[in-house]
Nanobody
C-alpha cells in the first residue's frame, strides 16, 4: 500500500519560492497518476497540478506559469516547485496518487505573508 509524506511547507514572503516534496513508501513505479491539491479551511480541496499515467501535465489556471510539478520514479517522489507566491496561495497542500479515491498525504502548510 502506498503511503505519502509531504514536506517543504512553511512561511514565505510574497514573491518568494518554496519546493514541496512528497515521498512514497511502496513506490510510484506503478501506473499511478500523481497530483498536488490544496485546501483552505472551510473550502473544498482544489487541484493544483497533476501528472497522469501518460505523463501529461495539467495545471490549474491560478498557478500556470508559477508552479511546476515533477516526479522522480527512482526516488518514489513528486515535487511542486512554487515560484512568485501570492498571499492567496496560502493553504494546506496535499500530495495525491491514483486519483481522489486513491492515496493522500497528511498535508503540509504553506503561508504566504509579509
Amino acid at each position: 500500500q502506498v503511503q505519502l509524506v509531504e514536506s517543504g511547507g512553511g512561511l514565505v514572503q510574497p514573491g518568494g519560492s518554496l519546493r514541496l516534496s512528497c515521498v512514497a513508501s511502496g513506490g510510484f513505479d506503478g501506473p499511478y497518476a500523481v497530483a498536488w491539491y490544496r485546501q483552505v479551511a472551510g473550502n473544498q480541496r482544489e487541484l493544483v497540478a497533476s501528472i497522469n499515467t501518460f505523463g501529461v501535465i495539467t495545471y490549474a489556471d491560478f498557478v500556470k506559469g508559477r508552479f511546476t510539478i515533477s516526479r522522480d520514479n527512482a526516488k518514489s517522489a513528486v515535487y511542486l516547485q512554487m515560484n512568485s507566491l501570492k498571499p492567496e496561495d496560502t493553504a494546506d497542500y496535499y500530495c495525491n496518487a491514483n486519483g481522489r479515491d486513491g492515496y493522500w498525504g497528511q498535508g503540509t502548510q504553506v503561508t504566504v505573508s509579509s
